[in-house]
C-alpha cells in the first residue's frame, strides 16, 4: 500500500520514447551545429596573476573573486584510515553555495519532455553542449555578478506553481570539490502552460537524451547528474503493461530495464546494502583541515599555475572567456584541468536475468560523508599504470582488457564545463561472466540500477561518476 | 513487487506484545531494584583539574584523555544564516569514533525478544537503567584503557554468524557532540542458539520496552535511539491479519498504529517531504571550525568548571565514578551538565485518523548535514521564558498549556549517562485539533510515523530527540 509514485511510469515512458514530433531526433545534429556555429566563443588559457577580479590572497596564496562570490580555491589537509595513501595535502575548490541543476519537465502528445539548453561553457570540449533548462549558482541566480537573471529561475523557486517531480542534493566531485552539493531538480508545468522557448532551447525525451548520450561529449555533466536522480519505480502492473507496449529491441536494452525496475531477484536486498555502509563507514575515518594553499605539500602555488611537482592529478589555469549569449559576456576564472583523460567503468554481470552492477564505495577527500559509491572504476588513466602509480586500481585490466562484444556502452563524456578545463572521461559499460568474483575487497558489492535509484533517491549516497554513467544507460 | 522485509512483522509482532512468560513485566521492578542493590557505585563531582588520566593543553584548553581516546572537550566557532542568532562559539565534545549501540534479537515462542542490560552509568539518575545489549565506542572495544573486552561484541564484529536486521549511522546530540555518531544495530540469532546471560541481562519483548517508557528514567537513551531505528513496514495483508489478532485495546494505540504502517493516507508524500529539506538545505548554511578552548566567548574555563559567563546552557564538570560490575573499576572523567531540565515533545494531529506528528527541521552546531528532523519542540526549559532569553521557541505553549486529556505521552527520560550528568527532558506528545495550523514557519512539516520510519532507514534525518521520542511511543 505504498502510495504510487504517478510520475514514475511517466518517466519509464519518456525513457521507451526515443524520437518526438516536436524534436525529431533527425535534427537535432543539425540544430546543435547551427547553434554551435551561431555563437562566437574565445576561450584562452592566460597566467592566473592576469585573472581579472581574481585575487590571490598574499598570506595564504588562495585565489578568490573580490566579491567573495562563485568559488575560492583552498588548500587542504587530508588524513584517513582508507587506501594505501592515508596522509596528503592538495589544492580544492570551495563553494558552500548550493546551485541549482533544474529541468522543466512539460508532457507533449502523452510523453514527458525535458527541455534542455545548447549551453555554451568555456571548459566544454564542443563548447555547446545540452544542459538541464536552468544550471545557476547562488551567486548567478542572486545576481552577485551583476550579470542577467537566469531564465526559468522562477520555474524553480516557487514564483510560477509547478509540481516537484524529483529534488535532491548531489555531491560534486569529491576530488576536487570540498563538500559542495547542487539542489538536482525536475518540475513539471501542465501541458497547457506555455513556456516560452528560444532558439538554444528544445524539449526532448528522457530516450532521446539517452540516446544523444552514447555519443561523445553531446550532453553535459549537469544534465546526466539530473537524469540519474530520476528513478523509474518498481515492477507493478502499470510497468509491465507499458514494457510489453514500448518493448526494448535489443537484449542488452531487456537486461537493463529489467534491472531498473527490479529489487526483487537481486543478490542482496536494500538493507544488507546499508548495512554494508554503515560497516564501511563506521570503518573508515577522513578528517579535513583548511590550510593555507601555499602550505599545500608536493604542489607549486605559481604565477601562472597551480601544479605538482610531479605534474600529476591536475593543474588549476587561468581562463579568460568571451561568449555571446551568456548572462556575462566576457569573464576570466581559474579552472581545473586534468592531468589525463579519466576513465570510469561499471562491471556488469546477469543474476537471474536481472544485471547487477559491481558499485565501488569510495573515499574522497571533498565527500560530506566519508564514501560514495562510484563505478567500479573510476581513475585518471596516468595512475593505473604499474610501476608507473603509487597504488593499483582493481578490475581496471578486467574493463580495459574486455572483449569487444562485452562492451555495452563507451563514450567519452565531458566533466562540468563552468570549472573543468576540457576533462573527458572514457564511460564504460562491461559485461562479466556472472560466476565473476569480487576477490578480496570489502569495499565493493553488486547491486540493480533499482537499488541504485532508491539510494539516489537521498543525498549523498552515489558520486557523480556513478550518477553520470547511469544516467547514460540506454533503455532501448 | 517490493521484496517484504520478513523482519518488520516479526518486530511488529513484538511491539504488541506487552508482556513475556521468560521476563513477565510484573518482575522487572524487583529485578531493577535488585540491580541497583547489588552494585556498589560511588559518583562524585570533582574539579576538572584533579582528573586522572585527563590533561588541558596549556596552550588551547582542549581537554583529553592522556592516551589521545575516549573523546574531547575542544571549542567551536558558529556560523550560520539560521534562526535569530548567527554567530556564536561554544566548547562541544569531540569523539570522531563510530561506536556500536547494538540489541541482540531471538525469538520465544514465536516472539522477538531484545537482550537488555541493566546497566550503570555514571551519568544516571537512576543509577541503573536499561541499555542495550552492546554499548561500546571504538575505545572499549579495541581496549585502549586496558579494561576487559565488551561482553557480547562477537555478535556484532562478524565472529558469531547472526543475521542483520537493523544497522545504521545515527547521530548524537548535534548541540553537544561535533559530528558525532553511532552505528545502531539490531543482530537476530536463530532460535536454537543458546546466548549465555548473566543476572544483569534480560530478554524483553519491544511492547514491554514501551510500556517501561512511559515510566521516568528506566530505558536508558542508547535503548531508545536503537529502538526508533526499528520501522514496522507498510500496511500489508499480513499486518491487517496480525493487529486484527493483537488489536490495541485504545483509542490512542489504534491512532499510533495507522500513523505506524501508513504512508498513504497522509497530507504530503515522502518526495514532498525529501523535497522540502532539500529546500531548507540550500537555503541555510551551517560553517563550523574548530578553535582553542580558550579562544571560545562568553565562556570560563576554569580550573574546577567550563560553563558560560550568563551559566546558560551547560556546564563541563568533572565526575569521579566507582563501580563494580563495569569494565574498569574506577575511573576520571568530563561530563555535560545541564542547566536546566528540557522539554522535548510532538504536536500531533489526527488526519484521515491517521496521527500526523509536527516535525521541526533544527540546525544543531554538531549536524553532520545542516538540518535534521527534531520533535515540534526541543529547549532547555530556562530558554523559552519569554523575557528570559534571547528568543522564543515556537509552539511551546501549546504543548505546556494543553488539556490533561489531551496528552498521549509524558514522561522524564535521562540523556545518555555515559556523557552527561543527571540530564533529564521531559518528553511529550499532545494531541491538537485537526484543523491546527502551522503558521509563519517554512521549517516545520506534518509526517506520519511510518513516513519517519521510512527516513531513519537512512543516515542523518532523525535527530536523537526525535528518535528518543518516537521509540516511546507505546502502539498497544
Known amino acids: 500500500m505504498v502510495k504510487p509514485k504517478l510520475h514514475q511510469i511517466d518517466f519509464l515512458k519518456s525513457a521507451l520514447t526515443d524520437d518526438s514530433p516536436i524534436s525529431p531526433s533527425d535534427s537535432i545534429d543539425a540544430w546543435l551545429s547551427d547553434r554551435r556555429s551561431s555563437v562566437k566563443a574565445f576561450v584562452e588559457k592566460i597566467p592566473l596573476r592576469s585573472l581579472r577580479r581574481w585575487q590571490s590572497d598574499p598570506k595564504t596564496g588562495n585565489l578568490a573573486h573580490e566579491t567573495g562570490g562563485f568559488f575560492s580555491i583552498v588548500g587542504i589537509h587530508v588524513s584517513t584510515n582508507y587506501g594505501a595513501i592515508n596522509e596528503w595535502s592538495q589544492p580544492i575548490i570551495n563553494q558552500p553555495e548550493v546551485g541549482y541543476l533544474g529541468f522543466i519537465a512539460k508532457e507533449f502528445g502523452g510523453i514527458l519532455h525535458l527541455l534542455v539548453q545548447a549551453k555554451i561553457e568555456p571548459g566544454n570540449v564542443n563548447i555547446v553542449q545540452l544542459s538541464p533548462t536552468l544550471q545557476a549558482t547562488k551567486s548567478n541566480y542572486n545576481q552577485i555578478h551583476g550579470g542577467n537573471k537566469p531564465r526559468y529561475i522562477e520555474y524553480f523557486n516557487g514564483t510560477i506553481p509547478t509540481k516537484i517531480l524529483v529534488d535532491q542534493?548531489?555531491?560534486?566531485?569529491?576530488?576536487?570539490?570540498?563538500?559542495?552539493?547542487?539542489?538536482?531538480?525536475?518540475?513539471?508545468?501542465?501541458?497547457?502552460?506555455?513556456?516560452?522557448?528560444?532558439?538554444?532551447?528544445?524539449?526532448?525525451?528522457?530516450?532521446?537524451?539517452?540516446?544523444?548520450?552514447?555519443?561523445?561529449?553531446?550532453?553535459?555533466?549537469?544534465?546526466?547528474?539530473?537524469?540519474?536522480?530520476?528513478?523509474?519505480?518498481?515492477?507493478?502492473?502499470?510497468?509491465?503493461?507499458?514494457?510489453?507496449?514500448?518493448?526494448?529491441?535489443?537484449?542488452?536494452?531487456?537486461?537493463?530495464?529489467?534491472?531498473?525496475?527490479?529489487?526483487?531477484?537481486?543478490?542482496?536486498?536494500?538493507s544488507f546494502i546499508l548495512s554494508w555502509?554503515?560497516?564501511?563507514?563506521?570503518?573508515?575515518?577522513?578528517?579535513?583541515?583548511?590550510?593555507?594553499?601555499?602550505?599545500?605539500?608536493?604542489?607549486?602555488?605559481?604565477?601562472?599555475?597551480?601544479?605538482?611537482?610531479?605534474?600529476?592529478?591536475?593543474?588549476?589555469?587561468?581562463?579568460?572567456?568571451?561568449?555571446?549569449?551568456?548572462?556575462?559576456?566576457?569573464?576570466?576564472?581559474?579552472?581545473?584541468?586534468?592531468?589525463?583523460e579519466g576513465l570510469v567503468a561499471f562491471l556488469v554481470k546477469p543474476v537471474n536475468l536481472v544485471l547487477h552492477f559491481l558499485v565501488q564505495a569510495k573515499l574522497e577527500p571533498g565527500?560530506?560523508?566519508?564514501?560514495?559509491?562510484?563505478?567500479?572504476?573510476?581513475?585518471?588513466?596516468?595512475?593505473?599504470?604499474?610501476?608507473?602509480?603509487?597504488?593499483?586500481?582493481?578490475?581496471?585490466?578486467?574493463?580495459?582488457?574486455?572483449?569487444?562484444?562485452?562492451?555495452?556502452?563507451?563514450?567519452?563524456?565531458?566533466?562540468?564545463?563552468?570549472?573543468?578545463?576540457?576533462?573527458?572521461?572514457?564511460?564504460?559499460?562491461?559485461?562479466?561472466?556472472?560466476?565473476?568474483?569480487?576477490?578480496?575487497?570489502?569495499?565493493?558489492?553488486?547491486?540493480?540500477?533499482?537499488?541504485?535509484?532508491?539510494?539516489?533517491?537521498?543525498?549523498?549516497?552515489?558520486?557523480?561518476?556513478?550518477?553520470?554513467?547511469?544516467?547514460?544507460?540506454?533503455?532501448?
Open 277 to 340: 555502509i554503515s560497516g564501511l563507514k563506521s570503518k573508515y575515518e577522513l578528517e579535513i583541515t583548511k590550510i593555507p594553499l601555499y602550505d599545500v605539500r608536493d604542489w607549486i602555488v605559481g604565477d601562472d599555475t597551480i601544479q605538482r611537482k610531479d605534474c600529476k592529478y591536475f593543474n588549476v589555469i587561468g581562463v579568460s572567456t568571451q561568449i555571446a549569449n551568456r548572462e556575462v559576456i566576457s569573464w576570466d576564472q581559474p579552472m581545473i584541468e586534468p592531468a589525463q
Open 169 to 270: 542534493l548531489q555531491s560534486e566531485q569529491g576530488a576536487r570539490f570540498l563538500k559542495k552539493r547542487n539542489r538536482n531538480i525536475v518540475v513539471q508545468v501542465s501541458s497547457h502552460e506555455e513556456v516560452p522557448i528560444t532558439d538554444d532551447f528544445r524539449w526532448l525525451t528522457i530516450g532521446q537524451l539517452k540516446k544523444l548520450l552514447t555519443k561523445d561529449g553531446v550532453v553535459n555533466m549537469d544534465s546526466r547528474t539530473v537524469l540519474a536522480c530520476i528513478g523509474y519505480g518498481d515492477y507493478n502492473d502499470e510497468s509491465i503493461r507499458l514494457i510489453h507496449r514500448l518493448a526494448p529491441r535489443s537484449t542488452n536494452g531487456k537486461l537493463v530495464i529489467e534491472s531498473a525496475l527490479n529489487n526483487e531477484r537481486g543478490e542482496v536486498d536494500l
Open 367 to 476: 565527500n560530506l560523508d566519508i564514501l560514495e559509491l562510484a563505478p567500479t572504476v573510476q581513475c585518471l588513466t596516468g595512475n593505473y599504470r604499474t610501476g608507473h602509480s603509487e597504488y593499483s586500481v582493481p578490475f581496471v585490466n578486467e574493463v580495459l582488457n574486455s572483449k569487444k562484444q562485452l562492451i555495452m556502452f563507451d563514450s567519452k563524456q565531458s566533466e562540468e564545463g563552468g570549472r573543468f578545463f576540457r576533462e573527458m572521461n572514457r564511460s564504460m559499460i562491461v559485461l562479466v561472466d556472472d560466476n565473476f568474483e569480487i576477490g578480496p575487497y570489502d569495499n565493493f558489492c553488486w547491486m540493480t540500477l533499482n537499488q541504485m535509484y532508491h539510494l539516489v533517491e537521498f543525498n549523498n549516497y552515489l558520486n557523480i561518476s556513478a550518477r553520470s554513467l547511469i544516467a547514460c544507460i540506454p533503455f532501448n
